[in-house]
């Protein structure tokens, strides 16, 4: 069964540069989740999308944006970066918004600022 | 505010012998109950739900885990250990009552199971 896709796999960049990740949700789920995973964290929620609108945000820095397009895929940017944004990135996708749905997880984006 | 409380960060059981996993909740309306699993350098995978119906529940891999409502409690458990059963597992809530998106994780328990 096809699984949620995240681009790229690992990154690497130097302090005060941006980076833009990527993640394509399971083919017909409309729901799309992004969390940050830091070194020996449990994950925690940042923002999520609902046909294209957001829905909800959680503890999103203002220097991250996130959007899903019209094919229901969704880029988090991020900019400015620092030391303390390394960590691992997940996407999930649910098939709608409601509560009871469950999120797939992709396999992660791994950041790492210098 | 939606809390998870995962007691033991680390949990040693022999293989073949039956493994609990302990996970306590605290939400303001129903939970709706996760269980997920993470490998190193993988993602999560989602193990098993509660959202209503039988306490007992039955998920991915042989786990199952039983939501007790009078002790907020939702404990994975399985009846008899694998040494690739050896992983990161996480209990997760979300709170119908504050129509939230997110998930709420507890901190993680990591399994070994000893050969």
């Known amino acids: 069964a096809a699984g949620v896709i995240q681009s790229p796999r690992h990154l690497i960049k130097e302090k005060r540069e941006t980076a833009t990740l990527k993640c394509y949700p399971i083919p017909r789920h409309d729901t799309v989740y992004w969390y940050q995973q830091g070194p020996g964290q449990d994950p925690q929620f940042l923002i999520s999308f609902y046909e294209k609108m957001q829905s909800d945000k959680g503890s999103i820095p203002d220097r991250f944006s996130a959007q899903q397009f019209s094919d229901y895929h969704s880029e988090l940017n991020m900019s400015s970066l620092e030391l303390g944004d390394s960590a691992l990135y997940f996407c999930?996708?649910?098939?709608?918004?409601?509560?009871?749905?469950?999120?797939?997880f992709g396999p992660g984006t791994r950041l790492t600022v210098l | 505010a939606q809390s998870v409380a995962q007691p033991e960060d680390q949990v040693n059981v022999a293989e073949g012998n039956p493994l609990t996993v302990k996970c306590t909740y605290s939400?303001?309306?129903?939970?709706?109950l996760f269980w997920y699993v993470q490998y190193p350098n993988r993602g999560l995978q989602f193990l098993l739900k509660y959202i209503t119906g039988d306490n007992l529940v039955k998920g991915s891999y042989g786990f199952e885990a039983e939501f007790n409502k009078s002790q907020t409690s939702f404990h994975l458990k399985k009846p008899s250990a694998l040494v690739s059963d050896s992983a990161l597992y996480f209990c997760?809530?979300?709170?119908?009552?504050?129509?939230?998106?997110?998930?709420?994780f507890g901190k993680g328990t990591r399994l070994h199971i000893l050969p």
């Open positions: 999930a996708s649910s098939p709608t918004g409601r509560p009871t749905d469950t999120q797939y």
């Open positions: 997760a809530v979300r709170d119908f009552g504050n129509r939230d998106d997110k998930i709420i």
């Open positions: 939400v303001s309306g129903n939970p709706y």
